[in-house]
């Protein structure tokens, strides 16, 4: 939160620093076109002088039958020269225009060029763009950097929270069957136990040790492939009779309404597929509420489809694409009401990747999850 307050300041004071920015330099583009405005304001005195200097040296021509008058100064000029003597020196900046007065009177008026002033006026608004798409540029380069900021600190914050349940999961899924088991065996100990308990509480101690094992065949799977480490053994599986021998195990835990194809095959690694079909349906049990699962495995054209239906309390929409993470769990470990590590669907996930299908979710009706998985 705190990361959050702070990043949202520092959105702020950016923009606050870059609407500065640029009122300063739109500003400053309106004194820069002043000054160069003024600048042509004082050679136009300039050039006054320099014409009336040109002509009492007799080097702007003379004409007999017009008298001429600048600055209430009469001078001798010819038009033309005056005109070419202008333009040349003074590179266009300035025009020049008489004004008659009588027949054989005309006043010398110079002035500033209209192109003069709409060229500032050109540059002032190119500048004035150029700075404002340059801050504009800026402005979004910097929003980016901060955006990919933002998006790697809650990346490590949400991958750090995921941990954190992780071990919290991890501590509770090892810790409650070696509880059992030591329990258990610490009862069987007793010298008033009967042998057929002692039987039972053996044999239920080696079923928590099946749970300790898959516990941590599954983190080891997750870390070999998360690494590209787990070297994937391709063989062409009958994926309906290892479907059929899951469901069988799996329904010691519940009812499950299976429809199974027979003879579908598939070119994949045995035992990560039946990993994967094992976490499904187990996390199928987790959230179904004590109802019936349902699982399917059809043929669909050249694809194969497996589906895994529950009517539990179903998975929101804006836990779809987070459910296959690693270590991603839709509630927190502290409230949560169900076993898991948040490594099944990440497996499944990875898994079904590398066998080039695809796996979704969506919600069943009435209520509950389902999740297909399409092999090619």
């Not at 583009?29 to 002043?34: A, L, P, Q, V």
């Not at 025009?95 to 003069?116: A, M, N, W």
């Not at 987790?286 to 194969?304: A, C, F, T, W």
């Not at 490594?343 to 990747?353: D, M, R």
């Given at each position: 939160m705190r990361v959050k307050v702070l990043i949202v300041l520092v959105i702020v004071y950016i923009?606050?620093?870059?609407?500065?920015?640029?009122?300063?330099?739109?500003?400053?583009?309106?004194?820069?076109?002043?000054?160069k405005n003024d600048v042509l304001k004082a050679g136009l005195n300039a050039c006054t002088l320099q014409v009336m200097q040109q002509a009492k040296n007799n080097q702007l021509g003379t004409t007999d039958s017009v008298d001429y008058f600048l600055k209430q100064l009469q001078i001798d000029i010819a038009e033309t020269k005056l005109d070419a003597f202008v333009n040349q020196r003074f590179n266009g900046n300035y025009t020049v225009s008489f004004e008659q007065l009588s027949p054989d009177k005309k006043i010398v008026q110079l002035s500033i060029s209209p192109l003069s002033i709409v060229g500032l006026e050109d540059q002032r608004s190119q500048q004035r763009n150029i700075w404002l798409y340059q801050s504009i540029l800026l402005l979004v380069l910097v929003a980016a950097g901060i955006f990919g900021?933002?998006?790697?600190?809650?990346?490590?914050?949400?991958?750090?929270?995921?941990?954190?349940?992780?071990?919290?999961?991890?501590?509770?899924?090892?810790?409650?069957?070696?509880?059992?088991?030591?329990?258990?065996?610490q009862t069987s100990k007793h010298p008033k136990v009967k042998e057929e308990k002692k039987a039972e509480l053996i044999e239920n101690s080696i079923e928590n040790t099946f749970r300790l094992e898959e516990l941590a065949e599954n983190m080891l799977t997750a870390m070999q492939i998360e690494s590209d480490k787990y070297q994937y053994q391709l063989f062409n599986v009958n994926l309906s009779e290892m479907v059929e021998q899951?469901?069988?195990?799996?329904?010691?835990?519940?009812?499950?309404?299976?429809?199974?194809?027979?003879?579908?095959?598939?070119?994949?690694?045995?035992?990560?597929?039946?990993?994967?079909?094992?976490?499904?349906?187990?996390?199928?049990f987790k959230y179904s509420d004590n109802q019936p699962i349902e699982v399917s495995l059809v043929r669909n054209g050249e694809n194969k489809v497996l589906t895994v239906k529950d009517r539990g309390v179903g998975v929101n929409k804006e836990d779809y694409k987070n459910i296959f993470k690693k270590f991603y769990r839709v509630?927190?470990?502290?409230?949560?009401?169900?076993?898991?590590?948040?490594?099944?669907?990440?497996?499944?996930?990875?898994?079904?990747?590398?066998?080039?299908?695809?796996?979704?979710?969506?919600?069943?009706?009435?209520?509950?999850s389902v999740f297909e998985i399409m092999f090619p």
């Amino acid at each position: 939160m705190r990361v959050k307050v702070l990043i949202v300041l520092v959105i702020v004071y950016i923009l606050a620093a870059f609407a500065w920015l640029t009122f300063s330099l739109l500003n400053y583009s309106n004194t820069d076109f002043e000054l160069k405005n003024d600048v042509l304001k004082a050679g136009l005195n300039a050039c006054t002088l320099q014409v009336m200097q040109q002509a009492k040296n007799n080097q702007l021509g003379t004409t007999d039958s017009v008298d001429y008058f600048l600055k209430q100064l009469q001078i001798d000029i010819a038009e033309t020269k005056l005109d070419a003597f202008v333009n040349q020196r003074f590179n266009g900046n300035y025009t020049v225009s008489f004004e008659q007065l009588s027949p054989d009177k005309k006043i010398v008026q110079l002035s500033i060029s209209p192109l003069s002033i709409v060229g500032l006026e050109d540059q002032r608004s190119q500048q004035r763009n150029i700075w404002l798409y340059q801050s504009i540029l800026l402005l979004v380069l910097v929003a980016a950097g901060i955006f990919g900021v933002y998006y790697s600190v809650d990346s490590i914050y949400q991958l750090n929270k995921r941990q954190n349940n992780f071990l919290l999961s991890v501590t509770h899924e090892f810790k409650t069957p070696i509880a059992s088991i030591r329990l258990m065996l610490q009862t069987s100990k007793h010298p008033k136990v009967k042998e057929e308990k002692k039987a039972e509480l053996i044999e239920n101690s080696i079923e928590n040790t099946f749970r300790l094992e898959e516990l941590a065949e599954n983190m080891l799977t997750a870390m070999q492939i998360e690494s590209d480490k787990y070297q994937y053994q391709l063989f062409n599986v009958n994926l309906s009779e290892m479907v059929e021998q899951v469901v069988e195990n799996q329904s010691i835990k519940g009812d499950i309404i299976a429809s199974i194809q027979e003879d579908i095959y598939l070119l994949g690694d045995g035992f990560i597929l039946r990993m994967v079909v094992n976490n499904l349906i187990e996390n199928a049990f987790k959230y179904s509420d004590n109802q019936p699962i349902e699982v399917s495995l059809v043929r669909n054209g050249e694809n194969k489809v497996l589906t895994v239906k529950d009517r539990g309390v179903g998975v929101n929409k804006e836990d779809y694409k987070n459910i296959f993470k690693k270590f991603y769990r839709v509630q927190d470990e502290e409230t949560r009401t169900t076993k898991g590590t948040g490594l099944g669907l990440f497996i499944v996930s990875q898994a079904v990747t590398k066998h080039q299908g695809k796996v979704s979710v969506s919600a069943n009706k009435p209520k509950g999850s389902v999740f297909e998985i399409m092999f090619p």
